[in-house]
């Protein structure tokens, strides 16, 4: 998957909203919505690494 791919930098940048969120306001709801957003990424760009 190209990095500079717009999908890819929506659904990583909402991934960076959700995490901030998360960080702010621990709670079983925002950690699901972090967890639901790394799925959907897996699943649109199998192979992308998190790491990167």
């Known amino acids: 998957m190209n990095a500079d791919h ?3 930098n929506a ?4 991934l960076r909203s ?3 969120q998360y960080s ?3 709670n079983e709801i925002n950690r ?3 967890v ?4 959907l990424i ?8 998190f790491a990167a």
């Open 6 to 8: 717009p999908v890819l």
């Open 11 to 14: 659904l990583l940048e909402q």
């Open 18 to 20: 959700l995490n901030d």
């Open 24 to 26: 702010q306001l621990p």
């Open 32 to 34: 699901y919505r972090v």
């Open 36 to 39: 639901r957003q790394e799925q």
């Open 42 to 49: 897996a699943q649109w760009a199998p192979g992308f690494s």
